[in-house]
């Protein structure tokens, strides 16, 4: 079946470095991509998403670069801040079904 | 106004208990979802819900049932509770016009014991 993974579970970085969370997914018929964070007691929040037919997308402080060729999704966030201590999580959707999302890497910032 | 909200946050009840978690959406989606979160993070779907379809994961027993009132609403309903329920419970909610986002409430913390 579909799987939706991450390389680590934990990533440890010091405030201001810049930091990147890996997803590998197993499905190439996925169309749509989505990377949530969910802090310490609440629910998971949407980051930033990209389509299949794009290979990078930019917000403010992260990125998200999408190799279909290896099935690799990846997150950045420049200039890493305490705040952005959380639970990563990536998500794949393919047409109409609902997204599966993927284990989750816990990003820790050290001020 | 909170987008997605469920209700209680949290929940202690001891096992054979039924109980049910309520959620609201104010967004105007048409589809709603309940996801499961385990001790180690992983989400799992468990339902999904629009005016037209339920969708059930099969994995989960039918011990747990979603119920839909209206458009809005999706409460999630657990007869004869067991240890292994305990987890956080997140109702969720979307739309194609709003780009398949799934918006997520905060969660209901579930313990048996």
């Known amino acids: 079946g579909e799987s939706v993974g991450l390389h680590l579970p934990t990533l440890s970085v010091q405030e201001g470095d810049n930091s990147i969370i890996n997803c590998a997914y197993s499905n190439s018929a996925s169309d749509y991509f989505i990377w949530y964070k969910q802090e310490s007691g609440k629910g998971p929040q949407f980051i930033i998403d990209i389509r299949s037919n794009m290979d990078k997308r930019q917000g403010q402080r992260v990125t998200v670069l999408l190799n279909k060729t290896v099935k690799h999704l990846s997150l950045q966030i420049a200039a890493t801040q305490p705040g952005d201590s959380a639970v990563y999580f990536c998500a794949e959707k393919r047409g109409s079904y609902i997204p599966t999302f993927g284990r989750g890497t816990s990003l820790i910032v050290h001020p | 106004d909170t987008a997605v909200s469920q209700t209680p946050k949290y929940l202690v009840t001891q096992m054979g208990n039924d109980k049910s978690i309520k959620c609201e959406q104010n967004?105007?989606?048409?589809?709603m979802y309940w996801y499961k979160q385990d001790s180690k993070k992983f989400l799992k779907i468990m339902f999904s819900y629009n005016n037209k379809e339920l969708i059930i994961n099969e994995t989960v027993p039918n011990r747990f049932s979603p119920k839909s009132p209206d458009k809005a609403h999706l409460n999630l309903h657990i007869n004869s509770l067991e240890l292994g329920d305990s987890a956080v419970y997140f109702c969720a909610s979307s739309s194609e016009s709003s780009g398949n986002t799934i918006y997520f409430g905060e969660g209901s913390w579930l313990t048996v014991v």
């Open positions: 967004l105007g989606h048409d589809t």
